[in-house]
């Protein structure tokens, strides 16, 4: 019902910056949260950053003031600027959908922060 197209991963060094994007369409409804999970090897699948249609953000601990989650309702898509970029950060990151009982992934994306 919901596709999620996801881009901007890749290789980058620490310090870094990265912007992932995500698209969503479909059976899209007005009323929305989309956010950004990640899952590093061995570990489960963790909240990264989320944002609501009315534009209220929600950040894990650990990325707080590095990362800015966004998004540009008229397209549909979310961003996630991260900046200052760890080895800790390394994981698939994931988009995800949801209103109510309606749950959505994209595909993944890897991020690598590495020298």
């Known amino acids: 019902q919901v596709q999620l197209v996801e881009s901007g991963g890749g290789l980058v060094q620490p310090g870094g910056s990265l912007r992932l994007s995500c698209a969503a369409s479909?059976?899209?409804?007005?009323?929305?949260?989309m956010g950004w999970y990640r899952q590093a090897p061995g570990k489960e699948r963790e909240l990264v950053a989320s944002?609501?249609?009315?534009?209220?953000?929600n950040y894990a601990d650990s990325v707080k003031g590095r990362f800015t989650i966004s998004r540009e309702n008229a397209k549909n898509t979310v961003y996630l600027q991260m900046n200052s970029l760890k080895s800790e950060d390394t994981a698939v990151y994931y988009c995800?959908?949801?209103?109510?009982?309606?749950?959505?992934w994209g595909q993944g994306t890897q991020v690598t922060v590495s020298s």
């Open positions: 479909g059976s899209i409804f007005s009323i929305n949260t």
């Open positions: 995800r959908w949801n209103h109510y009982a309606l749950n959505y």
């Open positions: 944002i609501s249609s009315g534009g209220i953000t």
